[in-house]
């Protein structure tokens, strides 16, 4: 079986189009906010 992210390297899983849009962390409640809106399918937050 082959790993998700030797497939995703493979670019055969296209997780970046899966993400609707990218925040910091202390973004967190607008992620939700937008998610339970149904504004934005995935948000990735970072941790800086």
Known sequence: MRSSAAVYR???L??????SR????????EAFRAMKA?????TVLMFD
Not at 14 to 19: I, N, P, S, T
Not at 22 to 29: C, W
């Open 10 to 12: 493979q670019g055969r």
């Open 38 to 42: 149904g504004e934005v399918a995935r």
């Open 14 to 19: 296209k997780l970046d189009e899966m993400v």
């Open 22 to 29: 990218r925040g910091r962390l202390g973004d967190i409640n």
